[in-house]
């Protein structure tokens, strides 16, 4: 599969804008990762996907470019989920846990950046439309019934 630079720019450039907006909302909730981290979380996954599915002759065995993509999706999912690890601050003392939604946050924008460079844009569109759901209206009614996290 060779893509144009249209086409490459279009993934990437997609994937760093699905990573800032779902970052813009943990900047705007004063949480340690935001906008500039996400978009490149994304764009990074994206990038590993663009790249790796463009190498010549895969697109002609399609057993390899299985195994491949299989291999970006794995590869990608377990390496991110150390930068979310990073995020979480935990209290024995007080018995609470903090950062959990941000990490989940990292992983879910790698792997919408994943999505943008495999060109899944349906999934992409429905992924975003409910990541910013979770963050934005299940946040309002969680701080409505008073669970604040």
Not at 52 to 71: C, F, I, L, Y
Not at 133 to 142: K, M, P, Q
């Amino acid at each position: 599969m060779d893509l144009t630079f249209l086409d490459v720019g279009l993934r990437l450039g997609a994937a760093a804008l699905t990573g800032a907006v779902i970052g813009l909302n943990r900047d705007l909730a004063n949480k340690p990762i935001g906008t500039r981290t996400l978009g490149l979380v994304a764009l990074g996954a994206a990038t590993v996907s663009v790249a790796t599915v463009q190498v010549a002759g895969m697109a002609e065995n399609p057993d390899a470019m299985s195994r491949v993509v299989q291999g970006i999706i794995q590869g990608v999912m377990a390496g991110i989920s150390f930068i979310g690890a990073g995020v979480i601050l935990r209290n024995p003392e007080a018995r609470t846990v903090e950062g959990l939604t941000t990490a989940a946050t990292v992983w879910v924008t790698a792997a919408l950046g994943v999505a943008c460079g495999l060109g899944s844009w349906n999934v992409v569109v429905v992924g975003v439309v409910i990541a910013l759901i979770l963050l934005v209206a299940v946040a309002w009614f969680e701080r409505l019934v008073g669970k604040v996290e």
